[in-house]
């Protein structure tokens, strides 16, 4: 067993999110962890490399020729039996694809973190959530980080998320290129013991090298099963709602930070409300304070976990108000508005009464988005809530037309 470079108590440290989640990794110390860099996700490896390369770490660093070859012994790590994690980001998710449904498809608990960044094309390396809203019903479950504090927060809990008995399914924890990936902020990392036995032992199920009970992977599923089996997949995804809330509730026990599915911020007693995730959370939070220090009711729900959508939630919480603003950080060629438009819409739909509904498109490509622009936002939703008219459905912020 390697040593390890135990941190006695709780330590301030000035992290970028790459960072973060390198150091995350480093205390969850996984049995396997194979990749192959890209842009912007590339320091999380590069970090961890050196951790292995210093003895610190007894994990074994596959070095693949390809993204898709770096989840393809992620999931032959993981069917073997052990704790496997990767990271990535845009093409090198979009490369993955054919092995991400595998993964899931298995319920092997494999963690990968995923700097979102813009797909081709043109080529844009910068951060826009196109690359995990295209993999968003592959059948890994999604969390989204705000800053680098929740990257790091992100990472211990999913393990301990994936790795639950009901849930057995793959996790993405996202969070925004650059903006986050690199951005440099003061964190708390928790003592290595702590960490370990928060996430404690991994158990696997049914891995291939206990040869005393073998097991079939990848077998040909012909019409007779097909269903069942997804059917039976679908499980573990709603089993996570609760799931997500529970190790949220229990890691702030030992941390005394608190997450669920989703954060409310000053929406008690909101009359206009957005909805957002990732690092644009906290612009809209400033705006928020802001308005309400000039009286408007302004509130913000962020969505943390986007897999499995927390419909119920999202509707209790949105309900009462007067109207809403979906921001979508990707765009869904050809639909009416972007992906969590489409969900939050769908959230609301059965309700016997809800805010009308608008979606804007932001953040482009690593667009910046000012405090102006969400401030623009609430404008908009202040005329639709003394209105009851929807003028526009679809909008652009910061886009030169």
Not at 14 to 41: F, K
Not at 159 to 164: F, G
């Amino acid at each position: 067993m390697a040593v390890s470079t135990k941190i006695e108590k709780r330590e301030m440290r000035t992290l970028t999110g790459n960072e973060a989640i390198a150091e995350a990794m480093r205390q969850v110390n996984p049995d396997v962890i194979a990749a192959y860099p890209i842009t912007p996700s590339t320091p999380v490896v590069e970090k961890f490399a050196k951790f292995v390369a210093d003895g610190v770490v007894d994990t074994e660093l596959v070095t693949t020729e390809s993204e898709h070859s770096a989840m393809s012994a992620c999931v032959g790590a993981a069917a073997a039996g052990g704790r496997v994690m990767t990271a990535t980001g845009a093409v090198g998710l979009a490369f993955m694809f054919e092995v991400i449904y595998v993964a899931s498809s298995f319920r092997l608990p494999i963690v990968v973190a995923i700097a979102n960044r813009a797909l081709n094309a043109p080529l844009n390396i910068h951060g826009d959530h196109s690359d995990t809203m295209a993999a968003r019903d592959s059948g890994w479950i999604q969390l989204y980080s705000e800053n680098p504090q929740e990257c790091y927060d992100n990472i211990i809990q999913a393990v301990k998320i994936a790795e639950h008995p009901k849930v057995r399914t793959p996790v993405m924890v996202c969070f925004d290129g650059f903006q986050t990936s690199h951005m440099i902020e003061n964190l708390y990392v928790e003592p290595d013991e702590v960490v370990k036995r928060f996430i404690g032992e991994y158990k696997p199920i049914y891995p291939l090298l206990d040869y005393e009970h073998p097991v079939t992977y990848g077998a040909w599923d012909r019409p007779d099963y097909l269903m069942e089996h997804k059917r039976s997949q679908v499980e573990g995804l709603y089993a996570a709602l609760e799931v997500i809330n529970d190790v949220g509730k229990e890691y702030e026990k030992l941390t005394g930070r608190r997450y669920g599915l989703i954060e409310a911020y000053k929406l008690e007693d909101a009359e206009l409300g957005i909805v957002v995730m990732s690092a644009t959370a906290s612009t809209v939070k400033d705006v928020v304070n802001k308005l309400r220090e000039q009286g408007v009711k302004a509130g913000l729900l962020r969505i943390r976990a986007f897999r499995p959508f927390p419909a119920s939630e999202v509707a209790k919480n949105l309900a009462s108000l007067k109207s809403v603003a979906v921001l979508d950080r990707s765009w869904t060629g050809g639909a009416i508005g972007g992906p969590l438009f489409h969900e939050v819409c769908s959230a609301l739909y059965n309700l016997d009464t809800h805010p009308k509904v608008v979606n804007y498109i932001y953040g482009i490509g690593g667009r910046d988005v000012y405090p102006e622009h969400i401030e623009g936002v609430y404008q908009d939703l202040s005329k639709i809530a003394k209105t009851g008219r929807i003028e526009r459905l679809l909008g652009y912020l910061n886009l030169r037309e």
